[in-house]
């Protein structure tokens, strides 16, 4: 009876070690998911701002908004 109780002891030993490892890794994929969106978010808006000051002058300006010089089709 006694080496049944010590093998169940050592299973739910085993199973709480899992549980906790499994909770850290589950915690560490969470952050580092979390921090990449974050700079993914920063670099998103770094691009977005860049994009727009790279523009010299509005459409219409440059005659391709409504009544340019181009092509109408």
């Known amino acids: 009876m ?3 109780e010590r ?3 050592s299973e739910i030993k085993l199973e709480r070690l899992l549980y906790k490892k499994l909770q850290r890794t589950s915690s560490i994929w969470f ?3 979390y921090e990449t969106l974050i700079g ?3 670099f ?3 691009l977005q ?3 727009l000051a790279k523009i010299p002058q509005p459409l219409a300006v440059r005659g391709l908004g409504i009544g ?3 092509a109408d089709f």
Do not use: H, V
Request: glycine share 10%; net charge positive; aromatic share 10%.
């Open 2 to 4: 006694a080496s049944s």
């Open 68 to 70: 340019g010089k181009g």
């Open 44 to 46: 998103a808006t770094l």
């Open 40 to 42: 993914l978010k920063k």
């Open 31 to 33: 952050l580092l998911f």
């Open 49 to 51: 701002n860049i994009w």
């Open 7 to 9: 093998e169940r002891t």
